[in-house]
């Protein structure tokens, strides 16, 4: 079955830095998101994205979130100043047209804030 | 605000016996819900689905779910539990009119042998 990939599998940063997570969604679908995962619980939505551009986003995507394709395979999120509380496992996902009642996730980015 | 309440935290069964791990919703309009599941370190996978027509879905694993719209639920139910079984699971909605999908806060089952 196709996969999603998300890179790097685990990232330490300090508070303030930026961060970059990157996905490569599976090759044919057309729709694009980020869930985060607070403690092993809660998955939380986080933004959607189709048609180069955001569809839907959270209350959580402030100012400090961008989303971006850059090269029509893969689908970064970005953090321009992270916080202590941005500290979680951070999941893309992607759903083709043909079946947009399917999401497809990644294995994730754990994401710990110093 | 459309959602799903997982009200259990944790469901513990003995291996072989049913399992029930239940879901309630709230939505407007005719809703759109799904079960995922989640192994240790690995991202959600895809069960089932409730879109229309009958209100016993069947999906992966031997797992089914049953629709209730009067009492608004979708529990997830298997007749008969394995180890491998043991997992987090999260009942999930989309947002009508949009492709946005919001997700209980999970629950998780432990299958005991």
């Known amino acids: 079955e196709p996969e999603v990939t998300q890179t790097p599998s685990h990232q330490v940063t300090q508070m303030g830095q930026e961060v970059i997570l990157r996905c490569v969604p599976i090759?044919?679908?057309?729709?694009f998101y980020w869930y985060r995962q607070i403690l092993g619980q809660k998955v939380e939505f986080l933004v959607s994205?189709?048609?180069?551009?955001?569809?839907?986003k959270s209350e959580i995507f402030d100012d400090q979130f961008s989303v971006e394709r850059p090269d029509g395979s893969n689908f970064t999120l970005k953090i321009r100043s992270t916080k202590l509380e941005d500290s979680a496992m951070y999941f893309c996902?992607?759903?083709?047209?043909?079946?947009?009642?399917?999401?497809?996730f990644g294995s994730g980015t754990q994401l710990s804030v110093l | 605000a459309q959602s799903v309440a997982q009200p259990e935290d944790q469901v513990n069964v003995a291996e072989g016996n049913p399992l029930t791990v239940k879901c309630t919703y709230s939505v407007s309009g005719n809703p759109y819900l799904f079960w995922y599941v989640q192994y240790p370190n690995r991202g959600l996978q895809f069960l089932l689905k409730y879109i229309t027509g009958d209100n016993l879905v069947k999906g992966s694993y031997g797992f089914e779910a049953e629709f209730n719209k009067s009492q608004t639920s979708f529990h997830l139910k298997k007749p008969s539990a394995l180890v491998s079984d043991s997992a987090l699971y999260f009942c999930a909605v989309r947002e009508t009119g949009t492709y946005k999908y919001i997700f209980g806060t999970g629950t998780r089952l432990k299958v005991l042998a």
């Open positions: 996902a992607s759903m083709s047209k043909a079946d947009v009642v399917r999401l497809f």
């Open positions: 994205f189709y048609n180069n551009e955001i569809s839907e």
């Open positions: 090759s044919n679908h057309l729709y």
